[in-house]
């Protein structure tokens, strides 16, 4: 549990990273040096051109300013000129497909070694070369992100917020994407901040935020916070269930030491409920409600919202950390 339990930084808001490459023609892996330099001197392509073989598969780059520089003389060295050009072949490349995420491309950036870092990036659709892109365009591309984010992320948890929230979910229902819609909310938190105040409570709705950011990593996840001690989870990981569950234990397991001995002894505490009646609560729990959403399921990200909250409502009703799926046709929504 340790290791599920380890927390983690929140991924980047999904942008495809094949919005930042352009189609340039690859040039075969048994064309000439000689005829490469030709090619390059009369088109004056970009500053590296990529190698292909007869069946499109990607080889490597090129840099055009090493050929120039090599045949720049008055004379081709006719031995060298009749070789094939993947003797200017250089690696590595970073090569993506056309479907990554940007955050995917940017985690991949992030662990190559900077000697190594090439100024290009070649993405692939279904194996073969389709375009090129430099490197620099995705990393000034997730700064911009990163500021945008932080401008409407919530000022607790920095987990983004309801604008981005709302952005993403109707992105995914545009895309018509299968995935799950999670809700995620605190069972007893108004009477745990009433009794330990707003500091504690603080420190508790940061647990919940730093457990999902920890646990909702695979790509295309995504984290927000609604507010106060409200989440939601986006995933189309087939382990959905499993990582429900994980959250629900990890919480179980870290939240105890945010109560005093007495109240864990009793297993619970006396508070005021939301009526200003004082009466035995018990420990804080976590409640999650879940939706699995396919094209045409739902009508609007309203309706579905709806779903997610009716969902939630149902875990709550159960005792302790749990979770409710919405397995109901979303025809008994009434979409306003």
Same mark, same amino acid.
């Given at each position: 549990?340790? @290791?599920?339990?380890?927390? &983690?930084?929140?991924?980047?808001?999904?942008?495809?990273?094949?919005?930042?490459?352009?189609? +340039?023609?690859?040039?075969?892996?048994?064309? &000439?040096?000689?005829?490469?330099?030709?090619? =390059?001197?009369?088109?004056?392509?970009?500053?590296?051109?990529?190698?292909?073989?007869?069946?499109?598969e990607i080889?490597?780059? %090129? *840099?055009?300013?090493?050929?120039?520089?090599?045949?720049?003389?008055?004379? =081709?060295?006719?031995?060298?000129g009749g070789?094939?050009?993947?003797?200017?072949?250089?690696?590595?490349?970073?090569?993506?497909?056309?479907?990554?995420? #940007?955050?995917?491309?940017? &985690?991949?950036?992030?662990?190559?070694?900077?000697?190594?870092?090439? $100024?290009?990036?070649? +993405?692939?659709?279904?194996?073969k070369y389709?375009?090129?892109?430099?490197?620099?365009?995705? #990393?000034?591309?997730?700064?911009?992100?990163?500021?945008?984010?932080?401008?409407?992320?919530?000022?607790?948890?920095?987990?983004?917020?309801?604008?981005? %929230?709302?952005?993403?979910?109707?992105?995914?229902?545009?895309?018509?994407?299968?995935?799950? !819609?999670?809700?995620?909310?605190?069972?007893?938190?108004?009477?745990? /901040?009433?009794?330990?105040?707003?500091? @504690?409570?603080? *420190?508790? %709705?940061?647990?919940?935020?730093?457990?999902?950011?920890? %646990?909702?990593?695979?790509?295309?996840?995504?984290?927000?916070?609604?507010?106060?001690?409200?989440?939601?989870?986006?995933?189309?990981?087939?382990?959905?269930? *499993?990582? =429900?569950?994980?959250?629900?234990?990890?919480?179980?397991?870290?939240?105890?030491?945010?109560?005093?001995?007495?109240?864990?002894?009793?297993?619970?505490?006396?508070?005021?409920?939301?009526?200003?009646?004082?009466?035995?609560? /018990?420990?804080?729990?976590?409640?999650?409600?879940?939706?699995?959403?396919?094209?045409?399921?739902?009508? &609007?990200?309203?309706?579905? !919202?709806?779903?997610?909250?009716?969902?939630?409502?149902?875990?709550?009703?159960?005792?302790?950390?749990?979770?409710?799926?919405?397995?109901?046709?979303? @025809?008994?929504?009434? $979409? $306003?």
């Amino acid at each position: 549990m340790d @290791s599920v339990c380890q927390m &983690s930084p929140q991924r980047m808001e999904s942008v495809l990273v094949s919005g930042l490459a352009v189609q +340039v023609a690859g040039f075969p892996e048994m064309m &000439s040096c000689k005829d490469v330099y030709e090619s =390059i001197r009369l088109r004056k392509p970009i500053d590296e051109v990529p190698i292909v073989t007869a069946d499109g598969e990607i080889i490597g780059l %090129i *840099r055009t300013v090493d050929v120039l520089q090599k045949f720049s003389g008055n004379e =081709i060295d006719e031995k060298l000129g009749g070789v094939s050009c993947r003797k200017f072949v250089k690696n590595p490349i970073l090569v993506f497909d056309e479907k990554m995420l #940007l955050n995917e491309a940017f &985690s991949k950036i992030s662990r190559t070694v900077d000697e190594e870092m090439p $100024d290009y990036f070649v +993405v692939t659709r279904d194996g073969k070369y389709w375009g090129l892109g430099k490197v620099s365009y995705i #990393l000034k591309r997730c700064a911009l992100l990163q500021i945008q984010q932080a401008q409407n992320a919530n000022p607790l948890t920095l987990l983004p917020g309801n604008r981005q %929230i709302q952005e993403n979910l109707q992105y995914r229902l545009d895309g018509r994407q299968e995935f799950y !819609a999670i809700y995620w909310d605190l069972d007893f938190f108004k009477t745990y /901040n009433d009794k330990y105040g707003y500091e @504690s409570g603080d *420190r508790l %709705i940061l647990l919940v935020a730093d457990i999902l950011k920890a %646990i909702f990593v695979s790509p295309g996840d995504f984290v927000g916070h609604i507010g106060g001690d409200d989440f939601v989870t986006f995933t189309q990981g087939h382990d959905w269930e *499993r990582r =429900i569950i994980d959250v629900l234990r990890c919480f179980d397991e870290k939240v105890v030491h945010y109560f005093k001995p007495r109240d864990l002894e009793l297993k619970g505490f006396v508070g005021k409920d939301r009526q200003g009646n004082t009466t035995f609560q /018990n420990l804080t729990a976590l409640s999650a409600g879940v939706v699995q959403v396919y094209p045409e399921k739902y009508r &609007s990200s309203h309706q579905l !919202a709806l779903a997610m909250s009716n969902a939630k409502k149902f875990a709550k009703q159960q005792q302790g950390s749990s979770y409710f799926v919405e397995r109901r046709n979303p @025809s008994y929504l009434l $979409d $306003d």
